[in-house]
């Protein structure tokens, strides 16, 4: 493994630093959910970046200025691509319905575990570099794979989210029964004697779990930058911090910037480009700040001065009920039928018609259908976030996206 440039100090300081800013995350900072202000916000992401920038200027002065600028671009890497972590946290808080205080809750958990996983991920790859060098190759191969996935707009992540936050089919129900209410702030509950996951711990483990897939792309990413443990997990760590309130400002960023996911994806391939050609050339780390950073501004216009790109969306089937739909908003926060039975269910649709909210037809009970057989309202339209669309169910098929 390569040796760290670092020494005692250096990681001790680190440590109370992480130590101090995660006790003001648990407390202060915290507050700055959806439902503080968006100036707020951005206040408190404004202090975690001065914060790792103020560390980056502790680097130099400890370290030298390669290193520092090479913990820069790790940072800058690692904080660019972890904006993929909040599209899976907007999905997961969706599928579970945690809201306000309890997404603070799974967030900060999902932090702490963060600071042990990446630990161990981060060891085992540099082992694995220092052992057989040859494994770059396959690293660099993953990048490229992933930059595919993000430009394509693969839908296996939100699949696989959708699997594991379901209350009634979650793989989590094999290992521990799941109660589909949640009880205050508790991850378990015991129900008639049998102990039983809530959906926080159901959302806790689908982020833990995220995040394990996100860091086998972006650790690698990192490791075409340095390979000095310190700077590597020190660069990881400062990403992660004040994730929470970037996520109180963006939340799903890539149904707000949607060249953002093109810019990831050209970041991963530069990225794979140099790791994988690392044994033959040099990148020299200004350089290869410098095209990041010239990547991300690049994205930034076109999100400001391009129009979105155009998505494939399923075709429109021609409908001729529309004169039965009104401007009437939803009549219930949840499914109406669901709550009544003590259950959650959060992939929602709302009849257009009459404004009754039920759940979709993946769920068990299928509400909203059964709510069309009965009353004979034809038109729904998803609640869910980013989905924009209005099906009806006599014409069976999309006939409109808002």
């Known amino acids: 493994m390569t040796e760290s440039s670092a020494g005692t100090l250096d990681w001790a300081v680190f440590a109370v630093i992480v130590a101090v800013l995660l006790a003001v995350d648990m407390t202060v900072a915290g507050r700055a959910d959806r439902s503080a202000s968006v100036r707020r916000a951005w206040q408190w992401t404004a202090a975690w970046i001065a914060a790792a920038i103020a560390f980056g200027g502790w680097i130099w002065w400890r370290l030298g200025s390669e290193p520092a600028i090479d913990y820069a671009t790790a940072y ?49 790859g540099l082992y694995l570099i220092a052992k057989f060098q040859w494994i770059i190759y396959p690293m660099a191969a993953l990048l490229l794979y992933g930059a595919w996935q993000m430009a394509r707009h693969d839908k296996t992540r939100r699949l696989w989210v959708e699997t594991t936050c379901s209350l009634c089919s979650s793989w989590i129900g094999r290992l521990l029964p799941i109660a589909q209410r949640q009880k205050g702030g508790r991850f378990t509950v015991r129900i008639d004697g049998v102990r039983h996951a809530t959906p926080l711990l159901v959302a806790l483990v689908a982020v833990e779990s995220a995040d394990a897939v996100f860091a086998i792309d972006s650790i690698p990413a990192v490791f ?55 044994a033959y050339f040099h990148i020299s780390p200004a350089i290869s700040l410098g095209v990041i950073a010239g990547i991300l501004l690049l994205a930034a ?67 909203a259908e059964k709510h069309f057989q009965a009353s004979g309202h034809p038109i729904i339209r998803s609640l869910e976030p980013g989905e924009r669309w209005r099906w009806c169910y006599v014409d069976n098929g999309i006939i409109a996206y808002d």
């Open 224 to 278: 075409a930058v340095t390979q000095d443990p310190f700077l590597v997990y020190t660069s990881n760590i400062f990403a992660l911090l004040g994730l929470r309130s970037i996520y109180a400002i963006v939340g799903n960023v890539f149904e707000r910037f949607p060249y953002v996911r093109y810019a990831l994806a050209a970041l991963l391939v530069f990225v794979a480009i140099k790791l994988g050609a690392s």
């Open 76 to 124: 800058v890497i690692e904080k660019s691509l972890s904006i993929d972590n909040l599209a899976v946290f907007a999905l997961v808080f969706s599928q579970t319905g945690i809201v306000g205080p309890l997404q603070r809750k799974v967030l900060t958990w999902g932090v702490v575990g963060a600071l042990v996983m990446r630990a161990a991920l981060i060891g085992a």
């Open 301 to 367: 216009a076109a999100t400001r001065w391009l129009p979105e790109p155009a998505q494939s969306l399923p075709p429109l089937v021609a409908c001729s009920h529309r004169g039965q739909e009104s401007s009437i908003e939803a009549a219930d926060t949840g499914c109406t039928e669901c709550k009544a039975l003590g259950e959650t269910w959060v992939s929602l649709r709302m009849c257009t018609t009459c404004g009754h909210v039920g759940c979709c037809e993946t769920s068990e009970h299928k509400h």
